[in-house]
Structures are given as structure tokens and as C-alpha cells.
């Protein structure tokens, strides 16, 4: 039987309704929430995704500051922008994810101040992700959690297995299941025998930015499989997934693109809105 | 294969006598030294004799030591800005506060008060966010031991599988986090459930957390593996074990007990290792883990 498809889209329209109730709330109380986003002009994939979530913000009613910046912007230029960013009081929230190689987006992330951090990158924040409630997760981490809660699987006692292990994706999930009570592994480009782990798997977080990495010998009949990775081959988008083999063997799975994906910019617009709420 | 139980004063006095060796060499560099800052609230006698053991020791090293000395009706603000003045003190590279604090006060709150740079017990959210993200900061002095302790036994950690079991992870998720950023693929167990045996059995490293004394048998455990009992402490009367012992030691290459509280000699050997590493950083050299 083929796995039931979890649709981001969906998932998307609910929580969207969520935002506008809450930016009603926040309207009442004097509060206009105001995102500010920092794309460099190159690629032009970059500034399309921006594009999309200032279209998404038009769309809620959020105020939206794209600063598109020539591609030769020096990192001195970078940081007087976030500086500028930081103290404005109509700000709540400032996204620089992602951002070129030649940017450390590491070091570059600690500059934002950390309460207006809403990607979850600043180091103080991720140092609470390991609480039992943490102030503030990572978006893309919280959509997965989104995704995940959609199937109604009740995870407690069983086994998930995240591959790949970024500050923004594979740890953070890891976090929250546990905090879940669910067993969580976490592998990596230097694990030894992934099947191994990935055959065990009640949930599959996959997040390596290897296309069609997993594939249905690798899975465990009726899993929850998340796909998170988004690869361009040629000119199609496909995930760290191998979609059409391993959706015989899943019990659910995410498509690519129309998963993750969506999800992830109403996960950032939510830690805006709960900046925001903050900021009063 | 002789079973090995690991011994924590010969590790501790190795890692010591690297400590003394690295303390000479800088000697011929510079004529500063390293110093320790304390902060101390109350009377808590516990605390007060960890206190002069640290102090003790870092005398024995030739480090300065700065110890304040609050009442335990100390208010935050108070507490907070006695850390602010050793925060500025640049003869104090490292710097603490003893804990436990009266439970009137947000710990958090006293915790983040300290210079994320000084923080030489590892408690400050940036070195926590700096270890989760796989960058170097300040490891808890317990999990850093654990980390020597797996060096030193010879225990490779890149591509090997760790095993924690805790619930609530106080030592087991920093721990996760220092295995995963050395490359071991890492499996947390927050739950006793039916399947724990097999996935033990998994584990070149089990580490184990847990309250149940003598959860872990010697079937669960791969042959050759290296296995960390933390064990827990409550209510100060004394440790459980989390495994039987007799019959892991058959199957287990070696074994490691880390000693209770964050205040053992181990542990006080690794606060004063973070305190050179931070001098050493002030100096302009490198940090090495």
C-alpha cells in the first residue's frame, strides 16, 4: 500500500490561519509586527525565496523589509546593516538564512541581537534548546515537528532516527522528540553503516543535502519519513529521499517540493509573531 | 582480554601532570598567571570545603585566586554585580559560582551573568548554544572529564556508535552533543523501553544515566565496549549504579564510574584545565580540547 502523503501545503493554510488570529491579537494591543530580511542579489534562487516570504507576509499583514544587497558586499556593510536592524524598534524579527559561503553564517547569525533572533541560530538561543521548553526554535525544526504531529502517530517509546545533524535541522529535531520521550539517533556523513540505523527507524528525519540518499531497502515498513533535503538535478527538485521507491514501503512521507518546504516560512513568521508578542 | 576499570585518580593525575607541564612551558613566555575567580553565597558547609579545595589547588599551581565571600541574604543584584566586577578584572581569566545557590534566587539569571568567556564550568546558554552548534566553547567540567576519560582509555569516538540512557540527560546531552561533534553517530534513550537490550547492544559507547541501580545486564552489552556508568545522585545518599557491574565487566573492554557531584577532584582537575585554556586564549594562543 502506498505511504499516506503529508502535505506541507496543508499543514500551511492551518497555520496561517493561526498567524492571522494572532496578529489581530497583537493588532489590538498596538502591536504592527515587523520582519526585516537580508538577501544578497545571487543567486536569484536567494531573492526568490525572499520574495516569497515578503509575499506571504503581504498577504498576513506583516510589515516586510527585504534589503536586497549587491554581491560584493563587504562583511563591514553586512554588520552595520544588522546593527541598524537590531536597535530598530519596528523590527521584531531579522532572517539572514541562508547566506552566501564567503558569509560564516555562524558567526555571522551571533550578530543579530539575540531577541530578535528568529531563525534560532544565535548561540544563547540554541544553548536553551536543550531545556524542557525552550524560548525559541529553529523554524525549520518546527515545521518538522508540525508535519510530523499532522499524522497523529503517537511517537512515544518508539525509535526515530535523524540523519544529519545541522544546527538548524538534524539537532534541534533531535531535542524535541526527546523532549517527546521518543528515542532519538542521530547520524551522520561519518556514521558507519546507516541502514543499520535507518532499518530500526519508526521516523526518518532526513536532512543531508544528498539526493535520493534513502532509498525503500533503507526503510522500515510503515515509517513516517520527513523529507527535508531540497536538491536541484538538472532542473528538477528532488529530496534526500527517494520519493516514488520508498513511498511503497513508508507509512507516510513528506513530498519534495510541497513538504518541508512550505511549512518552514510560516514556522518563521510564528517565531516573529512570538518576537513581537515579546517586545511589549 | 584483563578487564579494565578505569581508575580516576591515575587519569586525574595524568591529566595534571599535563596541566603542570603546559604551565611550565608558558612560564618561559610570559610572566602572568592564570587566575580563578570564585563567587561564594552563603555558608552552605559543603560548599565552603569545595571552595578551599579549588583554592588550594590553584595555589599549588601558582594561579591567582579571587574568591568574594556573600551573605546568603545576598540579593541578584548584588551577586550579579560582584560577577560583573570579576568580569572586568583582567586578572581573573576564569570564573565561577559555587553552587548551590540559596534556592531564593533565579540561578539562571546569576549563571548568565558571567562573561560567556570566563565561564569556566561551562554553564553560561553560549557555551551551551556554541557546544550544540559543534563549535569550541567551554565544556561542563564533568563532560569534559568524560571526554578525557574516553581519550585516555584508547576509545576511538569518530564513526562508533555512542548509547546514552537518561531521562533527563544532565550529563548524557552535553555529553551527546561532544561525542556527535567528534564524529560518533549518537543514540539517546529517554525512555526504559522493551527493545533497551538490543539497543545497547549497538553501543562501542554506553553510557549510562540512569536511576534504576543495576538496570544494565551483561548481555546488553557489545563485547569490547566501553561502558560509562554516571549513575545518579539524590538527596546526597550516595550513588546507584546503573549497571551490574560483575557481569559487564566480562564483556566490556573497560569501565568508568564518574565520581558524584560536580565538585570530585576530576572534576576540579578539568575547572582548572577550562581556567588555562581561557588564560592561554587572553595570551593570544590556542585553545586545544
Redesign the interface.
Known sequence: MAAKVISGVQVTRKVREELRVKIATLRKKGIAPGLAIVVLKNPAARVHVARLKERACRQLGIKCKVHCLPENTTKEEFIQLLKQLNTAPEIHGINIHPLPPHFNLTSVSQLVAPNKDIEGLHFQNMGNLCKDSPPLIPYVAKGIMKLIETTGVNLENKQAVVVGRSELVGKPVAALLLNKRVIVSICHSQTIDLVSFTKRADLLVVATGNPRLITAEMVKKGAIVIDVGVNLTGTRLVGDVDYWGVEKVAGWITPVPGGVGPVTISMLLTNLLDRAARSS | MPMKLLNEAEIGGKIYAGIVAELEELSQKTDKVPGLGMVVVGEDPASLASIRCKEKQCRKLGFYVDIRFLPATASQEDICATVRQLNKDSRVQGLFCQLPLPETLQKKNILAAVDPGKDVCGR????????????Q?FLPCNVYSLMQVIDFAGQPI??KTAVMISRR?VVS??L??AL?RR?A???????L?GNLPE?CR?ADILVAETEKPGLIKGNWIKPGAMVIDIGTTRNNRGKASGIVLKEVAEVASCIFTLPAGEDSPLAITMLIKNTLHAFKQTCGMQLQH
Open positions: 553560561h546558554p553560549i557555551n551551551a548554544g556554541k557546544l550544540f552548534s559543534g563549535n566553547g569518530r564513526g540527560g546531552r552535553p551527546a552533543l556527535l564524529n553517530s549518537v543514540t539517546f534513550c529517554p525512555v523501553t539497543i549497538t
